[in-house]
């Protein structure tokens, strides 16, 4: 972390308030929609649009950020994250839960969504040299899982106390809700701060005008999307909004517990990802992504199988220390494979087919979950489409070597 710039420290700056924001806002997001009425199949819809939402917002603001501005863009996602809060804390309208759904910038799994990541990096990784990169990243996935910890363990606390105090459930969840309206106004005033340096640099030779801003690695960009989005549809099965209401169900695990539990997940998932960079180093990047990520998938399947919540918690928060070492290595690994000048649109085109693969799944997970006999089937679908696609990657990319 030493000598990075002072546009570098925003950066890590903002990841801390949205990452936080996330976490926040997750662990209540299911809670809060069921108080207000929708059924669980309605709510899993719901989440679904959210996410393709935010796939259609994050291509057009990735694709375009190196030509009109990341700053901008930055900022203008902020703004999403404020309108989209705004409307689901105070409409309980279907119609307008879904516009703000589809426009908003609303994240149901505690993780990013939205344009901000591949800009972010793009904008990053222009800023200290390329063997620096994978370590950068694991220090950049640390502090974000850090701050999605405490941001769920205050989500999970605030409603537990509100409503000690007399508040009613439903207004202790939306007190949550407007928390996170008010922290995309926070993130606009820190991204204003960025200074041009952050920008596309002038010097580079004319982007081609290419579709989605990809030339030379088109090829393999798209081949990394395919994969990254069939991780991501298993994932969206088991969201973290929706593991959370899993819990909720099954074991009747109240709001600030869930907070307790989602605040260890994401420290260990900090502490792995930080490992990340020393594994890389010794193994590659692709060999650290499918060699941590496969037992991880196992611990997965085995979470709902466990016959009391002690164990549940447990083999879930053992699952944590492992699952997200391929998170900086992946993030590099896009990173490295493509030219400097398609950097933000890479991490678009990855990011968005990560998007859309977790925007399938949770309307699938909602019907899952409203059947008592199907009600474990997201872990178990989860972990089995996970553990193919870590083999397929392997296959697909062993041989096509990098630096770390």
């Known amino acids: 972390m030493r000598g990075l710039k002072r546009d570098a420290y925003v950066l890590f700056a903002t990841r801390i308030v949205r990452m936080f924001a996330y976490g926040f806002l997750s662990v209540v997001l299911v809670l809060y929609l069921a108080d207000v009425g929708l059924s669980d199949t309605v709510i899993g819809v719901l989440l679904s649009l959210t996410l393709l939402g935010d796939t259609v917002i994050s291509l057009w603001v990735t694709t375009g950020a190196d030509r009109i501005g990341r700053r901008r863009m930055l900022i203008l996602g902020a703004v999403l994250m404020l309108f989209a809060g705004a409307i689901f804390a105070f409409a309980n309208n279907i119609l307008l839960l879904i516009i703000a759904a589809i426009i908003g910038v609303i994240s149901p799994s505690g993780y990013e969504v939205g344009p901000f990541l591949a800009i972010e990096q793009a904008a990053l990784t222009q800023t200290f040299p390329d063997e620096r990169r994978t370590g950068i990243f694991a220090w950049y996935n640390l502090i974000g899982s850090f701050a999605t910890a405490l941001g769920a363990l205050a989500g999970g606390a605030l409603p537990h106390f509100l409503q000690r105090a007399g508040t009613s459930t439903l207004n202790s969840y939306r007190a949550v809700v407007l928390a996170y309206a008010a922290m995309g106004v926070v993130l606009a005033l820190m991204f204003a701060r960025l200074s041009s340096a952050v920008e596309a640099s002038k010097t580079d030779a004319p982007i081609p005008q290419t579709r989605f801003g990809l030339h030379r690695s088109r090829g393999v960009v798209l081949k990394l999307s395919a994969l990254f989005g069939l991780d991501a549809f298993a994932g969206g099965f088991v969201m973290q909004s929706i593991v959370a209401y899993w819990f909720h169900i099954r074991f009747g695990v109240e709001t600030a517990t869930l907070g307790g539990i989602f605040f260890g997940a994401n420290l260990l998932a900090g502490v792995s990802a930080l490992a990340a960079a020393w594994v890389a180093r010794k193994i590659g990047l692709v060999n650290t992504m499918v060699f941590t990520h496969l037992p991880s998938n196992v611990l997965l399947i085995l979470v709902p199988l466990m016959p009391n919540l002690p164990l549940a ?92």
């Open 313 to 404: 918690i447990a083999v879930f928060l053992l699952r944590f220390s492992i699952s997200q070492m391929d998170v900086p290595t992946r993030q590099s690994y896009t990173m490295a494979v493509v030219a400097p000048d398609e950097r933000s649109a890479a991490g678009g085109v990855t990011g968005i087919a990560r998007t859309v693969g977790a925007a399938l799944s949770p309307a699938l997970a909602g019907v899952f979950i409203s059947n008592p006999v199907l009600m474990s089937a997201p872990f178990l679908v989860a972990g089995g489409l996970k553990v193919l696609y870590d083999l397929l990657l392997f296959r697909s990319f062993r041989s096509l070597r990098t630096a770390t």
